[in-house]
């Protein structure tokens, strides 16, 4: 067990190999999309860039499911065209975007704004249009507690954050750190649009990770941006984490 399990076994699973976390994930997204289009004849996959959930990506793709269905959104991007290799868009088409998955539909956050905060409304009108009570959004975190973009004492993490503000995005100008590299002008996901999920998948990987959020679920660090997924609604938020 988990030292995380503890404090929330209904929420915390750990897997003892990357393959089974990798198909645990892969199976849960999945049964998620169908019960989706089940009830609404449509779903909202909100996915995360980074290298944690390539491999769901990768096998979701290879899955028989209606995806003509299905609507592909970010929960955040950097602020570059998709030719650019720190593209989460570009991600998506290489890991997800193919296969049997072809037909689901990309909804882009990038636009020809120069800055993200110069596109917020035009990005959140599209975001507003496929999100959900029935979506469903796949976050990872970094080393210093951020989810989607919500970069630490980065301009626009406020509003971000702010249960009350009911907007779906928000423009991030991040502060530049080993986390962030050179990519510090992003729109993401606000808290308001992940609390309108269904289901929040939190996928952790490796020890360095592991620690924050153990220090998170013991409540030893509110000030990380992580911290705000706990007051999500009972069983919303799963995480799931592997050595």
């Known amino acids: 067990m988990s030292s995380f399990e503890p404090f929330f076994p ?13 198909q645990a994930a892969t199976n849960k997204i999945a049964a998620l999309l169908l019960e989706a289009i089940n009830a609404t004849q449509k779903a909202t996959l909100l996915c995360s860039g980074g290298s944690t959930p390539g491999p769901v990506y990768d096998a979701l793709s290879e ?9 592909i959104g970010l929960v955040d991007e950097r602020w570059v065209d998709v030719e650019n290799a720190g593209s989460n868009a570009a991600l998506l088409h290489k890991y997800l975007l193919k296969n049997m ?12 704004d120069d800055t993200p905060q110069k596109a917020q409304a035009r990005v959140g009108a599209d975001y507003k249009r496929i999100l959900s009570n029935q979506s469903v959004a796949v976050l990872g975190m970094g080393t210093d507690g951020h989810v989607c973009s919500w970069f630490p004492k980065a301009d626009g993490l406020g509003p971000a954050l702010d249960p009350s ?5 928000q423009g991030i100008t991040a502060q530049k750190s080993n986390v962030t590299g050179d990519y510090l002008h992003r729109m993401t996901l606000t808290y308001s649009a992940i609390a309108t999920c269904r289901a ?11 620690a924050v959020i153990d ?9 990380l941006p992580v911290a705000h997924l706990l ?4 069983n919303q938020l799963s995480i799931l984490y592997t050595p």
């Open 215 to 223: 220090s998170v679920l013991a409540g030893d660090a509110p000030h």
């Open 200 to 210: 929040v998948i939190l996928l952790i990987t490796g020890a360095e990770k592991k």
């Open 231 to 234: 007051a999500l609604k009972p």
């Open 165 to 169: 503000n009911d907007f779906p995005v």
């Open 10 to 22: 209904q929420m915390c699973r750990t897997f003892s190999s990357r393959d089974i976390f990798y």
């Open 101 to 112: 998955a072809l037909s689901a539909k990309l909804v882009p956050m990038k636009t020809g």
């Open 63 to 71: 899955l028989d499911l209606p995806w003509n269905n299905v609507s």
